[in-house]
């Protein structure tokens, strides 16, 4: 399953949009730690092709894709030395794929900026210094246990030193981990170490609906904030943390009219969970039938065993070939029989490469 960390600044709507994301109640009152426990809950993937295919084969279950979204309290200056309270729940955060930074992208004088004043570049920057002097300590321990194994002629222990010095200068320059100039097998090297700026981030810009929202503002904070966001390589989602919350408690036919009263036209849970697949690369597949229609995920790229794999690890060894077709055609032949008589239906080998919307049937020994 999918791992996502939720980091920022306190206050900056983290534990509120956790909420609308998981539905759970966890704290989220207007003050600096509310969160004090590390929050976890697993979110089904929004995606209409899944409707569609299971009422096309009268399933008994429909199964999404899932993500499991972790809530940490919020980090401030200072928090990789025991500022705060963010830097001990870190730890948390080291397992997951991938980072999810919510940015304060408005002006309210009634929520306080733990700051004082709101500037998404610098809010970015402080947050991303932490993590980033997080893993230095990471690494400075890791140098030190080397040491005897270095000593002793270890060939894989010195290549990994080698790799984390690299690291190290790439800290000291302001770098994230993620842009430090690796090879794959130096990668390889300090994949334990889990380093959470070697994990892609994507940045949920928090609006307000009926606030002085930075987009709007004309005054360069906001372009600031992007420019900051494209020199990292990363990608940005608006979201109103606020209002998907308050739309949890929205009958699902209601939702898109109260949408359009609030004035928000886009799903903005929807559109960060897309962003989320973009920033790792990952796309989705379909099984379908009587018993169950499923979406599963794999990265962009993925051959069809190591698709199957996503089910069964015993997919991948024992893979003989698979049966492909795209939903969209699958749901125009009418039933599978009649795709397979128009010669809709693929027989695919392991070179095949899955592509994002296929319905896949796997043989295997």
């Given at each position: 399953m999918l791992k996502?960390?939720?980091?920022?600044?306190?206050?900056?709507?983290?534990?509120?949009?956790?909420?609308?994301?998981?539905?759970?109640?966890?704290?989220?009152e207007n003050y600096p730690f509310c969160t004090i426990d590390p929050s976890v809950g697993v979110v089904g993937v929004?995606?209409?092709?899944?409707?569609?295919?299971?009422?096309?084969?009268r399933s008994a279950k429909v199964i999404p894709a899932?993500?499991?979204?972790?809530?940490?309290?919020?980090?401030?200056?200072?928090?990789?030395?025991?500022?705060?309270?963010?830097?001990?729940?870190l730890a948390n955060i080291r397992e997951t794929d991938a980072i999810l930074?919510?940015?304060?992208?408005?002006?309210?004088?009634?929520?306080?900026?733990?700051?004082?004043?709101?500037?998404?570049y610098k809010d970015i920057e402080i947050v991303n210094l932490e993590l980033m002097l997080s893993d230095a300590e990471q690494v400075r321990k890791r140098r030190d246990k080397l040491v005897r194994d270095i000593k002793t002629g270890s060939k894989e222990a010195a290549e990994e030193e080698a790799a984390l010095a690299k690291l190290e200068q790439g800290f000291a320059a302001g770098k994230l981990a993620l842009h430090t100039e690796l090879v794959d097998k130096e990668r390889e090297l300090v994949a334990h170490l889990n380093l959470l700026t070697m994990k892609p981030?994507?940045?949920?810009?928090?609006?307000?609906?009926?606030?002085?929202?930075?987009?709007?503002?004309?005054?360069?904070?906001?372009?600031?904030?992007?420019?900051?966001?494209?020199?990292?390589?990363?990608?940005?989602?608006y979201v109103d943390?606020?209002?998907?919350?308050?739309?949890?408690?929205?009958?699902?036919?209601?939702?898109?009219?109260?949408?359009?009263?609030?004035?928000?036209?886009?799903?903005?849970?929807?559109g960060l969970i897309r962003g989320a697949y973009e920033t790792l690369g990952l796309i989705s597949f379909f099984t379908t039938g009587e018993k169950e229609t499923r979406a599963w995920t794999v990265g962009r790229g993925s051959t069809?065993?190591?698709?199957?794999?996503?089910?069964?690890?015993?997919?991948?060894?024992?893979?003989?070939?698979?049966?492909?077709?795209?939903?969209?055609?699958?749901?125009?032949?009418?039933?599978?029989?009649?795709?397979?008589?128009?010669?809709?239906v693929r027989t695919e080998g392991r070179e095949y490469v899955v592509s994002d919307g296929d319905v896949i049937l796997f043989l295997h020994g």
């Open positions: 996502i960390g939720i980091v920022g600044l306190p206050n900056v709507g983290k534990s509120t949009l956790f909420n609308a994301l998981t539905k759970a109640s966890v704290p989220a929004p995606d209409d092709r899944l409707a569609a295919l299971a009422a096309f084969s899932a993500i499991e979204f972790v809530d940490i309290a919020g980090l401030v200056k200072g928090a990789a030395e025991g500022e705060g309270l963010g830097n001990q729940f930074q919510v940015v304060r992208f408005f002006d309210d004088a009634d929520v306080h900026h733990v700051e004082g004043t709101v500037e998404p981030i994507l940045y949920a810009l928090n609006r307000k609906n009926g606030g002085h929202n930075l987009d709007e503002a004309g005054d360069g904070r906001a372009v600031r904030a992007y420019d900051l966001i494209q020199a990292l390589g990363s990608r940005f989602v943390a606020a209002i998907e919350r308050e739309l949890n408690d929205v009958a699902d036919a209601d939702r898109t009219s109260f949408r359009e009263e609030f004035g928000v036209h886009e799903d903005g849970l929807a069809a065993p190591l698709a199957g794999a996503a089910i069964h690890t015993d997919f991948a060894d024992k893979f003989i070939r698979a049966e492909v077709i795209e939903w969209q055609k699958l749901l125009e032949a009418g039933s599978y029989a009649a795709a397979r008589e128009k010669g809709l």
